[in-house]
C-alpha cells in the first residue's frame, strides 16, 4: 500500500505539471492579447489561482483503446479525479466514442486522451471533435494517446507527432525550454523524471516545445 501511495502522488504530480502547461493554454485562447501565454502563466501563478481557474471546470477523461493498453490508465482516471477534488473541477470519464457529439462536448472545457490508441472514431465522432477544438474547447494527449488516430492527419497535426517506439522505463533529465511563446515558471529549470520515454514520427515543425529530454542521459532516444 505505500508504495501504491508513493505512485499515486508521482502521478498526481505529473498531471499537475500537465494541468498547468494546458491551463496556460485554454487561458490563452480565451485571453484575446498579443501576450496572451504570458496572461495565462499570471493567471496560474499559485495554487490558489489555480484553484480559481479550475473551479466548476468540466473535464472529460476518454482513455478508449483499440490497440496496445496500458495498466496505468485506470490509476491516471484517478489522479484526475483525486485532482479534481482537490481543485473543485469535475471529471467525466468514459472509453465509448459515443459521446463524441457537437452537442455532448460543448459541456467540457477541455478533453484528455489517456493513452488511448488505434482507432478511436467514426467520422461523424471525428468531425464533432474537430469542431469542438475549432470552436476553443481545449485538449490533452497523454503518453500513449500519440498511437492512436495516427491515420488521420488532422488529429496527428493537433497532437504534433505519431508513436514510434520506446525504451525501457528509466530515469533521465527534463529540461524547461524558456520559450516565449509560454512560461511556466512554477517548474524548475531542469529535475530528473523517471519515465517510458518516446520516440515519435512525422515531428510537427509548428510545435512549440515546453519540456524537452537529454537524450545523452539515458538509453534508446533516437531524436
Not at 496500458?70 to 479534481?84: C, N, P, R, T, V
Not at 498511437?147 to 504534433?160: I, N, R, S, Y
Not at 530528473?192 to 537524450?215: A, C, G, H, M, P
Amino acid at each position: 500500500m505505500f508504495g501504491k501511495e508513493i505512485i499515486m502522488k508521482q502521478i498526481q504530480q505529473v498531471f499537475k505539471i500537465l494541468f498547468l502547461i494546458l491551463l496556460s493554454i485554454i487561458t490563452a485562447c480565451s485571453a484575446q492579447t498579443n501576450d496572451a501565454f504570458s496572461h495565462g502563466e499570471q493567471v496560474i501563478s499559485s495554487d490558489k489561482k489555480l484553484e480559481q481557474l479550475l473551479t466548476d471546470k468540466r473535464i472529460l477523461l476518454f482513455s478508449k483503446t483499440t490497440k496496445f493498453r496500458h495498466k496505468s490508465i485506470e490509476d491516471a482516471i484517478k489522479a484526475f479525479q483525486q485532482l479534481g477534488q482537490r481543485y473543485s473541477f469535475s471529471t467525466y470519464s468514459t472509453e465509448d466514442a459515443k459521446h463524441f457529439t457537437a452537442k455532448n462536448l460543448k459541456q467540457y472545457d477541455a478533453i484528455v486522451f489517456i493513452s488511448t490508441t488505434g482507432s478511436l472514431f467514426n467520422k461523424t465522432q471525428r468531425d464533432a471533435f474537430k469542431q469542438y477544438i475549432q470552436n476553443g474547447g481545449g485538449f490533452m494527449g497523454i503518453h500513449g494517446s500519440s498511437g492512436g488516430e495516427g491515420h488521420w492527419p488532422w488529429f496527428v497535426k493537433l497532437q504534433g507527432a505519431t508513436f514510434k517506439s520506446h525504451g525501457k522505463i528509466q530515469a533521465t533529465t527534463v529540461t524547461k525550454v524558456l520559450s516565449p511563446a509560454l512560461k511556466i515558471n512554477r517548474l524548475p529549470n531542469n529535475f530528473q523524471f523517471t519515465d517510458e520515454w518516446y520516440n515519435f514520427n512525422r515531428l510537427s515543425d509548428k510545435r512549440i516545445d515546453v519540456l524537452l529530454v537529454d537524450e545523452k542521459t539515458f538509453k534508446g532516444g533516437k531524436h
